[in-house]
């Protein structure tokens, strides 16, 4: 069974940083990508970033460009949103994703088939 499982979330204000990380175990991801993607109240879950370990490497929505940054340890099967200046506007719940057919760098949240349970962010002004 595959499980994606994310931890460190929590509130932060603005202008703080916060590291998510998403363990996954059952399988591995390494040949295909693993992304973090975040949902808003009220509003439809929306892509933040991506990494992939063949051909481009990352990918970042534009309004986090410059202040997250993707990670993954292929070795502990782990992927991590790095979140710095965070603002009110990154208040959200954000979840791992994993794909296990899909052999690029994607942003559609219908190439991804495995997803963490969400971990909340709650930036304060």
């Known amino acids: 069974q595959v499980q994606l499982v994310e931890s460190g979330g929590g509130q932060v204000q603005d202008g703080g940083s916060l590291r998510l990380s998403c363990v996954a175990s059952?399988?591995?991801?390494?040949?295909?990508?693993m992304g973090w993607f975040r949902q808003a109240p009220g509003k439809e879950r929306e892509f933040v970033a991506v990494?992939?370990?063949?051909?481009?490497?990352?990918d970042y929505a534009d309004s986090v460009k410059g202040r997250f940054t993707i990670s993954r340890d292929y070795a502990k099967k782990t992927v991590y949103l790095q979140m710095n200046s965070l603002k009110p506007e990154d208040t959200a719940v954000y979840y791992c994703?994993?794909?296990?057919?899909?052999?690029?760098?994607?942003?559609?949240?219908?190439?991804?088939?495995?997803w963490g349970q969400g971990t909340q962010v709650a930036v304060s002004s």
């Open positions: 994703a994993g794909s296990s057919n899909v052999g690029r760098l994607s942003r559609a949240r219908e190439d991804y088939d495995y």
């Open positions: 059952g399988r591995t991801f390494r040949a295909y990508p």
């Open positions: 990494s992939m370990r063949y051909g481009g490497t990352t």
